[in-house]
């Protein structure tokens, strides 16, 4: 159980902070500092703008950051912004400062299927990509691999699959979609998927629904294969990070706690006594609840004519 819920990691994550921050911890106590920080892990807010090793260190380290991103920048794609890949790494980083370019530009190469970094993408295109592409990189990466094989026409029993972690896997060129062979056969490709599920240590979706997505395919592509990943709601539903895309804009906790916020920074003007008026409106800046962010707006792109209109939830590429 141990081993499975990573709880070693935590400890060794715990007692480092708590060396690194000994001095204030002392002043509450030990006991204390450990309840509230298992509390934080098991609420999800442990993995907030701390460093990416350990934000990818564990699969509910994963998830955790994939939630706190939607959370946090839902209301994007609730306005209808469309951002590039260099714009929605820097809302990445917000969170966890060094956050790999690398790993968004593989989920925006998912929703773009080519290398145009620049285009736009709705924020349901990307936060679902992004989802696959970052709690299942290892796994992507030993797929790619199979794919490539495949390609070069290799037997399944010759495939050969990175069981490294991922930063130490060997390199291979991106699969190029324009293959004359339109991709692999999709029964074979599922045979080196389902015994790589097997014997992967990694997070792998699950072999039953890969099945079932590839049963009704003869032929596919690499990047096929990873939107239609993307897309397929029992996918998300078993990773279990992120609502279904018809929810994806709701948020009733969240909400509620901003109703809280504001009503609680509205009360303070209504909450002085009639004869009070005139000191409640001399009360000095200081004395006033400030709502303040560090973070930097970003310049949204909206789609400003009819010809766009209706494609704010799907990029034109997505729908390819």
């Known amino acids: 159980f141990a081993a499975q ?3 070693l990691t935590y400890m060794e994550d715990a007692v480092s902070q708590l060396l690194e921050n000994r001095e204030d911890i002392s002043q509450y106590g030990i006991a204390r500092f450990f309840t ?21 260190a564990t699969p509910h380290n994963r998830a955790s950051f994939l939630r706190t991103f939607w959370r946090c920048f839902r ?14 790494h820097c809302l990445l980083q917000l969170l966890c400062p060094d956050f790999p370019m690398e790993l968004t530009q593989k989920a925006a190469r998912i ?13 349901s295109d990307f936060l679902f990509a992004f989802q696959i592409q970052f709690y299942y990189s290892e796994f992507l990466e030993s797929v790619a691999a199979i794919y490539q094989d495949l390609l070069a026409g290799k037997s399944p029993n010759t495939v050969i699959v990175p069981t490294s972690s991922s930063g130490q896997h060997r ?3 991106p699969p190029n979609d324009c293959s004359p062979l339109d991709g692999v056969e999709a029964s074979l490709f599922y045979q080196c998927l389902e015994s790589l599920c097997d014997r992967s240590k990694y997070s792998c979706p699950p ?9 009704s395919a003869q032929r596919l592509t690499f990047y096929g294969f990873l939107m239609a990943l993307a897309k397929h709601q029992g996918i998300n539903r078993a990773l279990g990070a992120l609502p279904d895309k018809g929810d994806l804009f709701l948020d009733p906790a969240m909400d ?3 109703e809280k916020l504001v009503a609680q920074v509205s009360g303070l003007s209504i909450s002085a006594p009639a004869s009070a008026c005139g000191d409640a409106a001399n009360l000095s800046a200081r004395n006033l609840p400030r709502i303040s962010s560090p973070w930097k707006p970003l310049h949204h792109r909206r789609k400003m004519d009819a010809e766009s209109e209706g494609s704010n939830e799907e990029t034109d590429s997505s729908e390819n």
Do not use: I, P
Not at 75 to 88: F, H, P, R, W
Not at 111 to 123: G, I, K, N
């Open 5 to 7: 819920r990573h709880v």
């Open 36 to 56: 509230e920080y298992f509390n934080s892990v098991r609420q999800g807010t442990h993995v907030l703008f701390r460093e990416f090793s350990f934000v990818q």
């Open 75 to 88: 209301t994007v794609g609730k306005n209808g912004d469309l951002l590039t890949a260099q714009e929605y």
């Open 111 to 123: 929703v773009l299927m080519d290398d145009a970094m620049d285009c736009l993408m709705s924020f």
């Open 171 to 173: 390199q291979r060129q």
């Open 207 to 215: 072999s039953a629904l890969v099945k079932e997505m590839l049963s």
């Open 256 to 258: 509620q706690e901003l």
